[in-house]
């Protein structure tokens, strides 16, 4: 029998998920194409994979709603988080059938901060981050 996700659960995906959208497009419009989102590997999920400029970018993307408790976006990318992320980029570099070639490696993290109806409050991008 399949369950719905509980309320609190989906509204925590749909919000993430528009941050990753945001994210993304932003990205884009720096020139960077976007090769995959949500990039399962054996150890986890990557949030978004970019290339462009000679550069392969592995992005972790943090949301929050404006006025909300959670603090600022980017407090949230610990040390954990960071030795996580660069695990799930050093796999999925060894599995990807298709990968880009690239010069460079690079780990960005972006912050992203939404409204109620998830309108763009403000997007800080951190080229670089660890």
Request: net charge positive.
């Given at each position: 029998?399949?369950?719905?996700?509980?309320?609190?659960?989906?509204?925590?995906?749909?919000?993430a998920?528009?941050?990753?959208?945001?994210?993304?497009?932003?990205?884009?419009?720096?020139?960077?194409?976007?090769?995959?989102?949500?990039?399962?590997?054996?150890?986890?999920?990557?949030?978004?994979?970019?290339?462009?400029?000679?550069?392969?970018?592995?992005?972790?993307?943090?949301?929050?709603?404006?006025?909300?408790?959670?603090?600022?976006?980017?407090e949230?990318?610990?040390?954990?988080?960071?030795?996580?992320?660069?695990?799930?980029?050093?796999?999925?570099?060894?599995?990807?059938?298709?990968?880009?070639?690239?010069?460079?490696?690079?780990?960005?993290a972006?912050?992203?901060?939404?409204?109620?109806?998830?309108?763009?409050?403000?997007?800080?991008?951190?080229?670089?981050?660890?």
């Amino acid at each position: 029998m399949k369950t719905e996700p509980r309320p609190a659960v989906a509204a925590r995906s749909a919000l993430a998920l528009r941050g990753e959208t945001l994210a993304s497009e932003h990205l884009e419009r720096c020139g960077f194409r976007i090769v995959e989102r949500n990039a399962r590997t054996r150890f986890g999920e990557i949030d978004v994979i970019a290339h462009g400029h000679d550069t392969i970018v592995f992005v972790e993307v943090k949301t929050r709603r404006a006025g909300g408790s959670a603090g600022e976006p980017l407090e949230a990318i610990d040390h954990r988080k960071v030795r996580q992320v660069r695990k799930l980029a050093a796999s999925w570099l060894a599995e990807a059938p298709n990968r880009p070639s690239a010069g460079d490696i690079r780990f960005d993290a972006i912050g992203v901060t939404v409204d109620g109806r998830g309108g763009l409050v403000s997007l800080d991008h951190l080229e670089g981050a660890f």
